[in-house]
């Protein structure tokens, strides 16, 4: 080979090896460019990923938190409703009597299992008659139909420390008419509750 072809085969070498060289450097920078884009959306789609689960929890939290509220109030409003009831629901008597009559004795038992239920709660057991008899016969005969009740509700188990009394007499009517119907109303016990802790 003559020195003329050597030369040009040297110089064609070198241009292919530069050539690749360059080709392969700016294969590799497209590679780099490439690449850093996409580590940066998997850490863009990672930090979104993160933030949708705090806010599902969040918003799960939240959620819990207003559940849990409602029962409380509808808890409320369930006891609201039993004292409600518990204490509009009066016993009564017949004329110048004490005992319990039969429907006075059921009455008595559901107050007796609801106190059970509900220890934090006293009972005032209150005493009532019509207007005829004297002032004095008749705060008697009130506080006999009181300890009536109580003594029912001690046999049913409701601790006597839990059930005070009292006699009211004529003073407090039911209804301030001046016949049977009124006086039939008038001769009762009434129950007040009170919460002690």
């Not at 990923?49 to 808890?75: I, N």
């Not at 006891?79 to 059921?106: G, H, M, V």
């Not at 009211?168 to 301030?176: K, V």
């Amino acid at each position: 080979m003559s020195k003329k072809m050597m030369t040009v085969l040297v110089a064609l070498a070198f241009v292919c090896s530069s050539f690749l060289l360059v080709s392969c450097a700016k294969k590799q920078v497209k590679v780099s460019e490439e690449k850093k884009p996409a580590v940066e959306v998997e850490e863009k789609v990672e930090k979104v990923e993160v933030v949708e689960v705090e806010k599902d929890e969040d918003t799960a939290a939240r959620e819990a938190q207003r559940q849990a509220r409602l029962r409380e109030l509808a808890a409320a409003q369930r006891l609201a409703d039993e004292i409600r009831a518990f204490e509009t629901t009066n016993i009564y008597f017949d004329f110048d009597k004490s005992d319990l009559k039969p429907e006075a004795q059921e009455t008595l038992k559901q107050k007796a299992e609801w106190l059970l239920k509900h220890p934090a709660y006293t009972v005032r057991v209150e005493g009532n008659c019509d207007e005829r008899g004297t002032q004095e016969y008749n705060l008697a005969l009130g506080q006999r139909r009181a300890d009536a009740a109580k003594k029912f509700l001690m046999a049913l188990g409701v601790a006597e420390h839990r059930i005070g009394t009292i006699s009211y007499g004529e003073e407090r009517p039911a209804d301030p008419g001046h016949n049977e119907r009124a006086w039939a109303l008038n001769r009762r016990d009434e129950f007040k509750l009170t919460k002690r802790w």
